[in-house]
């Protein structure tokens, strides 16, 4: 049995849209929105690691602290 190749698409807002039926600008935004999305991901990767220190240096300086009189 010979299947035929899925056509590559596309799904924006519910809609699905064959790749090959746009037009250049429509897949230059689609590449932007993936790199854009590729580095807010990558940002919020970067907040968890720096609010991960920030609560480390946070439970460093209470210890560092001396008693509330």
Known sequence: MSETPATPTITI???AYELSNLS????SHISSV???DQKIAEA????AVLQTARNA???ALQQAL???A
Request: hydrophobic letters at 35%.
């Open 24 to 27: 250049d600008a429509a897949k």
């Open 66 to 68: 001396p008693d509330a």
């Open 13 to 15: 807002d519910g809609k």
């Open 34 to 36: 993936r790199l854009v």
């Open 44 to 47: 919020q990767q970067t907040i």
């Open 57 to 59: 240096y946070m439970s």
